[in-house]
């Protein structure tokens, strides 16, 4: 007897299947690679710094920062080596080069300086420019060539961070923290002198500054998981209580 051919029905079956197979293939190679590509990143180690540094909190999101910061006494500050944070914070120059292809220092002076010119060759350089200190209210020129009142603080200095955790570090770390320039201002001379390394409750801005002051440095303990003390963290909140319009920056 000859074979039994096959319907037109039964093909379209067939063919519906071996589609069916197919696509399912296909969407399980499509997940697996947009797994890949979108793979939860490491949140135990911050990543490289960027050219715009760490996002600053509003007011409402730095208090609730505040209330999640680790509340601990300093330590380790007898073992404190400012030279631990890298090479480029150290006065022997060295320092990284960011994603926008400037220094942390140039890319500070850039954002925080008005009325800025830079160099024909090299534009990361800020030749002369005017600013306005946020700790001082004080409006200051600058010329690169002349000697300058302005410097650049690391609103959490290099010496608390250790104290407060960077201690633990790894040395990789501890650079792209001192390089981070959210946690970076152009200030008066003097008054970064003065501040030191120096905490809330040690020192403080103009009362103007104090509420920007006080979600920058929440914000920077925060990114960076650094305890604060108590009378650290008393000293934020009542700095926080002073927030209306952003004074600066």
């Given amino acids: 007897m000859p074979p039994r051919s096959r319907t037109p029905a039964r093909r379209r079956r067939r063919r519906l299947f071996a589609s069916s197979v197919l696509v399912i293939a296909l969407s399980a190679g499509g997940l697996a690679l947009y797994l890949n590509r979108h793979e939860t990143p490491d949140t135990d180690q911050p990543p490289p710094p960027e050219q715009a540094g760490t996002p600053i909190l509003d007011a409402a999101r730095a208090r609730t920062g505040l209330d999640r910061l680790t509340v601990a006494w300093n330590r380790n500050w007898e073992s ?52 306005d200190d946020p700790y001082t209210g004080e409006r200051l020129p600058y010329d690169r060539f002349k000697s300058s009142d302005i410097e650049i603080d690391h609103v959490v200095a290099l010496g608390d961070a250790w104290r407060s955790g960077a201690s633990g570090w790894q040395p990789a770390q501890r650079e792209e923290f001192a390089n981070d320039v959210g946690n970076l201002l152009a200030v008066q001379k003097q008054a970064n002198q003065d501040k030191g390394s120096k905490t809330p409750d040690q020192w403080q801005p103009r009362q103007a500054y104090q509420c920007d002051y006080a979600r920058r440095w929440i914000t920077v303990k925060a990114r960076w998981g650094l305890s604060v003390q108590p009378t650290e963290k008393s000293a934020l909140s009542n700095m926080l209580d002073t927030c209306g319009p952003p004074a600066n920056r």
């Fill in 80 to 131: 404190y080596d400012r030279n631990a944070f890298g090479p480029g914070w150290s006065g022997r120059g060295g320092e990284p080069v960011l994603t926008g292809g400037c220094t942390a220092r140039e890319q500070v002076m850039k954002r925080d300086l008005t009325e800025t010119r830079v160099g024909e060759s090299n534009s990361c350089l800020v030749l002369s420019g005017t600013l």
